[in-house]
């Protein structure tokens, strides 16, 4: 089932251009990872998909169903924490959990059960302004989860956290995913996205640029990882070698470039024959990172 189907969706802020003609779907259980630097759209488009901002044109559907009428009985299967969420800091997690769950017409068993699901239950009655970070990011996501939605929008959940903090709200959504729900996230941070998604979608400059499983992101071309005395010489000619693809790019300290086949040897012979020998020579581990850099280097390269 299609949870959300955007169609030509656009936002315009008067000369600003902030979301320009995207197209993507999002199927059930999946957890989608929006990807993009600041700026790029991403907290603009969930401002439309929960009727926060006014689409300028194009149209989108949730669970099928589009219309103002529809969308406002849709969006009770939605939850959604924004990049900063609003609670009583004089007040316990546990009671400003009661007052999110009294709006949302739910019990004290949900309260106790999404306390549990992120790791906060021997904190709840602790008062919030004495959480850290990490701990507020995770009663945010409480609340959100309080009405035991189907579909999960998150905005830059791990954003500004500690690499512990990351790691809890990881765990936490990847255990979501693996109840069954469907989760749309958004997020610069691509090591993150590679552990928690399972699919994504690149926006760049308000523009969807790539769409596909991270499986299909990951499987794309050989990344090599080329050492040698003289690094930007080594660069040059492994970027003119003519089984690369695209331009290589310089990660600490060594050269990495995609190639259209594994035969590493070839390569090898071609920086040889230019005079050029490398220290070390091997295929490296292709990471989201690589496929966003590319994609997005693509894209500049199209431009220009």
Do not use: W
């Not at 996501?141 to 830059?156: K, N, Q, R, S, V």
């Not at 089984?243 to 290589?248: I, L, M, P, R």
């Not at 050269?255 to 259209?260: G, T």
């Amino acid at each position: 089932m299609t949870i959300i189907e955007t169609r030509d969706l656009t936002k315009r802020y008067r000369r600003q251009l902030a979301v320009d003609r995207i197209s993507f779907t999002v199927e059930a259980g999946q957890v989608f990872g929006f990807l993009g630097p600041n700026g790029s759209g991403k907290t603009t488009t969930i401002g439309m998909l929960l009727g926060i901002t006014t689409p300028t044109a194009g149209e989108f559907r949730l669970f099928g169903e589009k219309g103002r009428g529809s969308l406002h009985r849709v969006r009770r299967r939605v939850g959604a924490t924004l990049e900063q969420p609003n609670f009583y800091p004089y007040l316990s997690g546990y009671d400003n959990l009661r007052i999110a769950a009294n709006v949302k017409g739910v019990g004290a068993a949900r309260i106790d059960e999404s306390l549990e699901v992120v790791r906060l239950t021997g904190r709840a009655r602790d008062r919030y302004r004495t959480y850290s970070l990490g701990m507020k990011q995770r009663l945010a996501l409480a609340a959100t989860i309080l009405g035991d939605p189907d579909l999960i929008i998150l905005d830059e959940p791990a954003n500004g956290l500690d690499p512990e903090g990351m790691r809890e709200i990881r765990e936490i959504i990847v255990e979501l995913g693996q109840r069954g729900k469907t989760i749309f996230l958004s997020s610069h941070l691509l090591h993150e996205v590679e552990r928690m998604c399972t699919h994504v979608a690149v926006i760049r400059k308000g523009k969807i640029i790539r769409q596909a499983s991270v499986h299909d992101m990951l499987a794309a071309n050989v990344v090599a990882e080329l050492r040698g005395p003289d690094p930007v010489a080594l660069g040059r000619a492994a970027g003119e070698y003519p089984g690369a693809v695209g331009a290589c790019r310089e990660d600490d300290g060594a050269v990495v470039v995609r190639l259209d086949d594994s035969d590493l040897g070839a390569l090898n012979r071609y920086l040889a024959g230019r005079g050029i020998y490398v220290s070390h020579l091997g295929v490296r581990r292709r990471s989201l990172e690589d496929a966003f850099m590319e994609i997005t280097t693509a894209g500049e390269e199209v431009a220009a």
